[in-house]
């Protein structure tokens, strides 16, 4: 649960085993997949996928009798903390565009805690990792003059039965907590770091605690070097200076401390449920029970997912996202076997296909001299600024940062609306060159997952993750 990975090297190790496991020729990177193509003879099944290369002008047209659909979370549909001269800087990947789930949603797929998001609290500015500092350095968090919040506000937590009298309590209560203190203005919230490394001098040789902080350097070098660039550009060292926490814009994954995603089915082996408890209020399309087919298959026949795509079954992290991979594949291949004289047949003709990937492109081509200056032309909009007007509706209006993570029936009304109307500008999104259509097709998928984000936190009533976002 808490062994301490190097990420940089494990992906190369995993990378390495996939090389030898199906051999480079088999593999095709840098294709940037843009939809999944449905079965012409059975609507409910995947046949397909399509993307396009982003170092050549090539499109890629795939026929397939199962697909793993892995593309990570969502990040950059709110907007960020970090602007100007710190855009891009996020604390999940900013290349997890929801395409995992905008791309399911599309085939058909049933989604599942849509409503859920993380909204991890990280040192200010660079987001970088508070793992360390709390669990190996024993360190508080603060406010302003010195209270540790958690112990001031621990009443809030009694509101919140049994979550909040756990040993650790959940994440969007710790938030919750925090919160109140910003609100009534006791911040910044500080990461007592002086007190921490203090307290470790009293127990520690000098060599151990210089061991540590090495620790400490290396856990943001590893994860985020954008927080060391922080604390050497604002003169902070951590036996001297305290450095200040704050909760970040929301993200939609279900590998963390999120379970939003796609239905899957379940296990039969670790003592999962057969009955359904709630069997009368399942829709008729939907399958009944925990375990309804081949493992982590969505409701989709031969389209599975893992890691960020399951909902209901967050806090997998990496290793547990990579058993979830392996479980899949196995359950995929066992299909495979079982379907072997099955042809798949893709619904829509190749023409069209490629020609709805090159419309960012035709819409460029087409319109480019009617002005001067490319990037100001009533005939379409620039990627980039399709993705502030998102990112400032989900901001506004679907509780983030602006209102402090809280909106209401009214705000959603509205975004919905506004949403409607992004969707159709959408359409006249350009593309100058193959970096400009990834981002298109990249704000395309945002819009689709931010919709269905919405559109959940709408059909609940409840605030059902107070710190994370208020109803």
Known sequence: WQIMIHGESYKWIVAEAAKKALGTDNIQERIFIVKLVNDKNDPNRVAGAVGFSVREDKVFVYKAKAILLAAGGCVNIFRPRSVGEGTGRAWYPVWNAGSTYSMAAEAGAEMTLMENRFVPTRFKDGYGPVGAWFLLFKSQATNAIGETYMTRNKDMLDDYPPYGQAAVPAS????????????????????????????????????????????????????????CGIWVGENIEPDKKNSELMPTEPYLLGSHSGCCGIWVSGPTDVGAPTDEAFSEGIPEHLPKGWNWGYRAMTTVTGLWTAGDGVGASGHKFSSGSHAEGRLAAKAMVKFCLDNKDHKPELDTSVEDLVAEIYKPVRNYMEHKDYTTAIDINPNYITPKMLQFRLQKIMDEYVAGVATYYTTNEHMLKVAGEKIDMLKEDAEKMRAKDLHELLRAWENYHRIITAEAHMKHIEFRQESRYPGFYYR
């Open 172 to 227: 969007c209560l710790r938030n919750h907590l925090m919160l109140k203190e910003m609100k009534e203005g006791r911040g910044p919230i500080w990461m007592d770091t002086v007190t921490a490394l203090a307290n470790l001098r009293e127990t520690l040789t000098p060599r151990e605690v210089k061991h540590l902080e090495a620790e400490a350097w290396e856990d943001f070098l590893d994860m985020c070097v954008g927080q």
